[in-house]
Structure formats: structure tokens, C-alpha cells
């Protein structure tokens, strides 16, 4: 199954990502988040996503990012 998403950016600190009615898909991330973070947390959320998707509910599951400092 291919996903297709949207990601939106704003000031945030959580990334989610929410599949509507009509299994439209929304990754919510902060402002700076590098593209390629919103695609690897999509890849670790593909069954979910999967599931929700053929399932026909609308859901959404958030991730709290951590801030490491270097």
C-alpha cells in the first residue's frame, strides 16, 4: 500500500499524524523538522497507519520528540 501524506509544520513540540474519514493523511511536525524526520516516523508508523487506513476510523497517534543536547 502506498501512502500518501501531508506534512504541516507549525510550533509544536510533538509530531503526529492523523488519518481521517477519507483516509487523508496528516503528519503534524514543529517548525525545523527536517523532512526526511517526518518520513522515517511515518515509516515507523506504516502498519499503524495500515490498519487505521482499511479499517475506516479516524485516529491519531503523537509522538513527544526529545531534545538531546550535544
Known sequence: MEITFVIQKSRRRSMSIQVADDRKIIVKV???TPTFI???FIREK???ITNVATSGSSRT???IL???SS
Request: no cysteine; glycine share 6%; aromatic share 6%.
Open 30 to 32: 514543529p517548525l525545523g
Open 38 to 40: 517526518a518520513e522515517n
Open 46 to 48: 506504516k502498519e499503524w
Open 61 to 63: 497517534v503523537e509522538h
Open 66 to 68: 526529545s531534545r538531546h
